[in-house]
């Protein structure tokens, strides 16, 4: 009884000061559109633990799950700037038509669009994560860290971001190994646990002793620790699911660039950006080291990390080859955004095709 | 890439493992469709008794309870969909529909607290006799209980139908339910019952892929399995065995698909992806060929609301 009349009287101190503080931030409205639903514990889970945390600085949002990515994103958005909301961020690339449309309707109401190029009115920014430069830390770990030479990588659907993933993750472990050779294979899914799990399970059984993956659910490092093989988790800390297999997590955190732009609103700062954030940024986070991974490699990834983080060091440096010896970066050069944003081939030392 | 024969035999074990889920619904849903009842509602039901599963196994700890918790839940669901289409004489194709919308919706809201929790290790048995015998050893040993279930239900299902008593009143019900009736059989209990083992087996199906196979809840889970399992039925002409063939080959497509991606053979990945639903469909229509067997399978008041006048 006493422990439960602390706990309302905190629990109540709480709203209090949730509400004080929302009071302070003349009632600034987010809302946030999700391609699935917020318990993929992937891509769309990311965002609201992004939204949570506007949400926890004071401010009032609200969320739709699972709107496609047709008309129906456009009555939403209508709806949602209808009905009092100053920001809305459109979390998913198929919302960027849609975005654009709505936006001209409303100039007065901020629309933020994640993983887009257009910016066609002064009221839209869009924002992206350099995930890549997660995956050249994870290359340069299942590089040191195979034994086989043979490395798994399950990749979801053939757009720029996911080639852009492999071709980092490849460049960062030939560096470290040049003897590994990565096996992808295609799951044409984004999530379904089952697949996932059979897709690793044949890498394994192929020889792959670390599987590395662009698709969102647990299965994977779970089939990993089953077999006895390092896995990297994706979107969020896996460490819990498969303690033993998970060497460390690329993990998406929103949070910080949310609670910044709503801020910006409600200040009355807010203007039109193309954000595109990596490690130095905090938007792209590196889970904890395991500490199967030896002393000297753990220090090396740190330094990675930080000179990743500072731009000393860049993901796709030259030389760069790819897969038919065609220079992509010649030396000394890197790759610039516009080259990321639309990399459709792989580099030399990818095995297969792309799905066309 | 290693072939010996070990490999093969893991390779076998893991197709296997992947086709447990469709043996267990489609099986369920065979004794429900020999008794003249459609449930399209199959997935829905899975579903349901994934999260069912899951969630006890979380709350409870206890692995029992959690399997049959699901399969109760399963019975739970289909409960709705008996009291719907025979209480109520409801449409079967259209309340079957609404089943499976309204068990992945429930199944989300449920599961909302459930997100990013590991599950627990399922117990399996004769894990120390896999390297005892070549090629056979990864094969039969080392499974759970769910695994060696679901291997013998297509022979015990098969086995009930033809040489059972209640399996011919089953059959009776769903090839001609007014004769039935007129025999003194009470047609609406005897589909109620079917109904509601179809929804047990849906149950267990989604619990082996919540609790055992991977072991975690995310929405959608079930990824279309139910409506594989719906498919397998029919292609299958309502005969367990060929169920059972149509599993391993469906299972088998998906798995072999995976390795020739990673040993590089140069096909294009979409048809790759394609190939199981094909395959599949292809070998059960040429193994069923035989159209007297399917006139004598097919249960023919398959879907037809039965409405005793009296």
Not at chain 1, 139 to 155: D, E, P, R
Not at chain 2, 26 to 40: F, K, M, P
Request: proline fraction near 4%.
């Amino acid at each position: 009884m006493h422990k439960f009349l602390i706990r309302s009287f905190v629990s109540s101190l709480v709203l209090l000061f949730t509400f004080t503080v929302a009071a302070v931030a003349k009632d600034v409205k987010a809302a946030f559109v999700y391609i699935g639903p917020t318990g993929d514990h992937g891509w769309t889970y990311q965002h609201d633990v992004g939204r949570k945390a506007v949400e926890a600085a004071g401010f009032k949002t609200t969320y739709v799950e699972g709107v496609p990515e047709s008309a129906d994103a456009e009555r939403v958005l209508r709806q949602l700037a209808n009905s009092g909301h100053d920001v809305i961020f459109t979390t998913s690339f198929g919302y960027m038509n849609p975005t654009n449309k709505v936006a001209k309707e409303f100039p007065n109401v901020k629309f933020e669009h994640a993983t887009g190029y257009k910016r066609e009115h002064p009221n839209v920014s869009t924002y992206a994560a350099r995930f890549y430069e997660g995956r050249t830390i994870l290359g340069t770990i299942a590089g040191t860290m195979t034994k086989s030479n043979v490395i798994g990588y399950v990749a979801s659907f053939p757009i720029p971001e996911v080639i852009r993933g492999i071709n980092s993750f490849t460049l960062a472990a030939q560096k470290v190994n040049p003897n590994i050779k990565t096996k992808i294979v295609w799951a044409f899914t984004w999530y379904d646990p089952g697949k996932e799990a059979e897709a690793a399970k044949a890498l394994i059984d192929q020889g792959a002793d670390v599987i590395a993956q662009h698709t969102d659910s647990t299965a994977i490092v779970q089939m990993a620790e089953k077999a006895g093989v390092y896995a990297f988790g994706q979107a969020s800390d896996m460490d819990k699911f498969a303690p033993k297999a998970v060497l460390t997590s690329v993990e998406n955190n929103w949070g910080p660039y949310y609670v910044d732009r709503v801020k910006a609103v409600a200040n009355g700062t807010w203007s039109q950006k193309d954000t595109w954030h990596g490690i130095g940024d905090g938007m792209v986070v590196i889970s904890d080291l395991d500490s199967q991974m030896p002393a000297d490699l753990r220090s090396k990834v740190k330094k990675l990390q930080a000179d990743l983080a500072s731009g000393k060091v860049h993901s796709f440096t030259g030389p760069i080859y790819d897969q038919k010896g065609n220079l992509m970066v010649a030396e000394g050069k890197t790759a610039d955004d516009g080259m990321l944003a639309g990399m459709m081939t792989y580099v030399k030392g990818v095995e297969g095709d792309i799905p066309k | 890439m290693i072939i010996d024969i070990n490999f093969i035999g893991l390779i076998i074990a893991s197709i296997m493992a992947s086709a447990v889920p469709l043996i267990l619904a489609s099986c369920g849903e065979l004794i429900t469709e020999r008794s003249g009842v459609l449930n399209l509602g199959v997935e829905g039901m899975m579903i349901i008794g994934a999260i069912s599963g899951f969630a006890l196994m979380t709350v409870t700890g206890s692995l029992i309870i959690a399997v049959f918790g699901a399969m109760l839940a399963g019975v739970l669901i289909s409960t709705i969909f008996a009291f719907l289409t025979q209480t109520l004489i409801t449409n079967h194709v259209a309340t079957g529909l609404a089943l499976t919308i309204f068990g992945i919706g429930i199944s989300a809201m449920i599961g909302k607290n459930f997100v990013g929790i590991p599950g627990k290790e399922f117990p399996v048995f004769f894990e120390g006799l896999k390297d005892t015998i070549p090629l056979l050893g990864p094969i039969l040993f080392g499974h759970s209980i769910v695994f060696y279930f679901a291997f013998a239900l297509p022979f015990v299902t098969s086995y009930f139908l033809k040489k059972t008593k209640i399996g011919l009143i089953v059959r009776a019900v769903g090839d001609s339910p007014e004769s039935a009736s007129n025999q003194g059989i009470n047609v609406k209990l005897v589909r109620y019952a079917c109904i509601l083992y179809g929804g047990a087996m849906s149950g267990l199906a989604g619990a082996y892929l919540s609790m055992i196979y991977t072991p975690q809840w995310i929405e959608n889970m079930t990824g279309g399995r139910g409506w594989i399992a719906l498919a397998l039925v029919v292609f299958s002409t309502w005969n367990p065995i060929k169920i059972l063939i149509g599993a391993m080959i469906f299972g088998g497509l998906t798995i072999i698909q995976f390795h020739m991606q990673a040993i590089g053979v140069r096909i294009p990945v979409q048809f790759l992806t394609a190939l199981p639903y094909i395959v599949t469909i292809i070998v059960l229509v040429v193994i069923s060929r035989d159209s007297r067997k399917i006139r004598l399978s097919t249960p023919s008041s398959l879907g037809k609301s039965f409405h005793k006048d009296n």
